[in-house]
């Protein structure tokens, strides 16, 4: 290669490396080369640790064309052709560390291609993600569950949209086609209860559904005390899911009052996902639940059909002894319809940690049935899980009252912190700007706070914390984005386009680390594509403002000798930036 084409760096390097190793081995199709950022940026922007293990191997074979790893380390080195205009240095450290250093023409080359953008704003180049071979990927998440205690959708399930919808933009970004899909509880036993209550209480028949809340609490209470209504509203369920016509439009009136509490937070987070709840599936149930017995992975066990898994003595149950249908049942239908009828090859469950268990099980059961063998490549499953939303005071997040916190008014506190705080500064934002951009702002803390912890962690919701100016906040990143779009208004640069290397200077080694920073951009989508983990896009974008702020600190951009060069370094991080604040959901300011 002469360039990395927009793959990540280090595919590129692990490519040119393999490509070394042949020349040096041939006929060795199986040495791996793994390449990874250089931990002490001193010695080099990448390394590659490889010849330790390469050359322990080869001795293990008898093969001792090599007295060390260091010889073998030189003896690559040497197998790259010199006339590429890649490095400005390979070196051998310590035992056969090899540090990778890029020359200059190379990174502004590299960064020249940030500037050619598809229409939709987002880099061309990174589509052709070398290892990935899924081509259609079903996101399972938010799925809230309708007309329970936490009707009003609770901070689980916020977690859960916020991760989905990174990781959604994330696959798209590399060239996945993606279905996003809301998986809502629409067909459990709070229907019965509810169903039951709404019976006694409502003879006339245009009674309205409204506060799904309190009703909820009221048959629940009656569900606990009162057994002659407890079997009403288990034969309400059983009714309701064999089709009982008049059950079936109070179950409609109510889902509709609570899709429209969704329907506005989803407005309110800007994202767009396709309600396919639990009463879906209801009809497939049956044929699936047939095949599994067929093939003998679901048997009968106390009146119930049990799936047990290897080695596992809690049985996934899939029918209760009732005849009912569960939780279970209907995510293996869900599964079967994706695999079968949306022809996906990669299914994606983002649910808290806590269900874990449910899904392993399931994905058993699948993989077992033979459904996720294909001619060409398996079906791919994944749990995306996550820890739990802890308040300030290390309990779980909750109102004064011990109630669930609703997120109309979780998101609308941060939007109105943020104007409050906007108000505070010298701005030259008129007052409709002013609330407009802490909507933006708002909603970007809220998402940002969720996305930048490791996901598997439980994480503090602190308003302070999420709204701190200095730290690795949202508000941070948009108010460096917003600095660098004013010195680039002032530059008048919107029009000019870099033609050549030329146009990018690079003296400065500021300038050379931002080039290098920008340049890992392809790097980073594809890790975080690899390990479904948002936060490692949220550790970048962190670093690319930090750094942008440490040359813009140095480097005098506007009136300076380079400036032109300088502008444009400043334009392709803005850029880069955007990007990244297109996957993470977060709506860039141009102005503060
Ligand atoms: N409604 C469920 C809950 O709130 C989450 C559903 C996740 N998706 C699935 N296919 N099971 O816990």
Redesign the pocket.
């Known amino acids: 290669p002469v360039s990395t084409g927009g793959d990540s760096l280090r595919s590129t390097m692990k490519l040119m490396f393999s490509q070394a190793g042949n020349v040096v081995f041939p006929g060795e199709s199986s040495l791996d080369f793994e390449i990874a950022e250089c931990s002490n940026r001193a010695l080099g922007d990448y390394q590659c640790n490889s010849a330790m293990k390469i050359f322990a191997e080869l001795k293990d074979r008898g093969d001792t064309r090599f007295k060390n790893p260091r010889s073998l380390a030189e003896a690559i080195i040497q197998a790259i052709p010199a006339e590429n205009s890649f490095f400005e240095k390979l070196a051998v450290a310590g035992p056969g560390f090899i540090n990778i250093t890029f020359s200059r023409e190379f990174l502004a080359q590299e960064a020249l291609r940030v500037f050619h953008c598809s229409a939709d704003g987002t880099f061309e180049t990174t589509r052709k993600f070398r290892k990935l071979t899924a081509k259609r990927a079903v996101v ?1 998440y938010s ?3 309708i007309a329970k205690e936490m009707q009003e959708m609770h901070v689980g ?1 916020l977690r859960s949209t916020i991760i989905g919808e990174t990781i959604c933009r994330a696959l798209e970004f590399v060239g996945v086609e993606v279905i996003r899909l809301n ?3 629409d067909w459990g036993t709070q229907f019965g209860m509810l169903l039951a209550h709404l019976e006694d209480i409502s003879e006339s028949s245009d009674f309205e559904v409204k506060n799904l809340q309190e009703l909820y609490k009221q048959s629940k209470i009656r569900f606990d005390s009162d057994e002659d209504f407890k079997k009403r509203a288990r034969a309400a369920v059983v009714h309701l899911q064999a089709g009982d016509k008049h059950l079936k439009e109070k179950w409609t009136d109510i889902c509709e009052v609570s899709r429209q509490d969704f329907e506005e937070i989803y407005r309110l987070l800007d994202v767009h996902i396709l309600e396919r709840g639990e009463s879906y599936y209801n009809y497939l149930i049956p044929d699936v639940l047939s095949e599994l017995i067929e093939k003998e992975i679901a048997v009968q066990s106390d009146g119930a059909l049990c799936i047990f898994a290897d080695g596992s003595d809690s049985p996934l149950i899939c029918r209760k002894s009732n005849g009912s249908f569960n ?1 279970a049942s209907t ?1 293996l239908a ?1 599964l079967w319809q994706r695999i079968s009828d949306l022809c996906a090859d990669w299914i994606i ?1 983002v ?1 808290d940690v806590g ?1 874990k268990k449910h899904f392993d099980a399931i994905f058993d059961a699948a993989s077992r049935a033979g459904w996720l063998k294909r001619e060409n490549g398996n079906v791919s499953l994944d749990h995306v899980g996550f820890g739990l939303v802890m308040g300030v005071d290390g309990k779980r997040f909750r109102t004064r009252s011990g109630d669930t916190v609703p997120l109309k008014s979780l998101l609308r506190e941060a939007q109105s912190r943020c104007l409050d705080s906007l108000r505070g500064r010298e701005s030259t934002l008129s007052d409709d700007e002013l609330e407009d951009a802490s909507r933006i702002m708002g909603v970007a803390a809220v998402k940002y706070a969720d996305l930048h912890n490791n996901r598997l962690t439980n994480y503090t919701f602190s308003y302070e914390r999420m709204l701190d100016l200095k730290g690795n906040t949202a508000v941070y990143l948009l108010y460096t984005h917003a600095r660098i779009s004013s010195l680039l208004e002032r530059a008048h640069t919107q029009d000019l386009e870099p033609l050549s290397i030329n146009d990018l200077v690079l003296k400065d080694e500021f300038e050379r680390v931002l080039a290098l920073t920008i340049m890992k951009f392809p790097d980073v989508v594809e890790s975080v594509v690899q390990d479904l983990l948002p936060s490692r896009l949220c550790d970048y974008t962190y670093s690319l403002c930090v750094t942008f702020n440490e040359f813009y600190g140095s480097c005098k951009v506007l009136g300076g000798e380079q400036e032109r060069s300088r502008t444009f370094l400043c334009q392709a991080t803005a850029i880069s930036l955007r990007q990244c604040f297109h996957i993470l959901g977060i709506e860039p300011l141009y102005r503060l």
């Open positions: 399972d799925s809230p569950n399930h998986h809502v509880g939780y995510d869900a469950y649910t269900q």
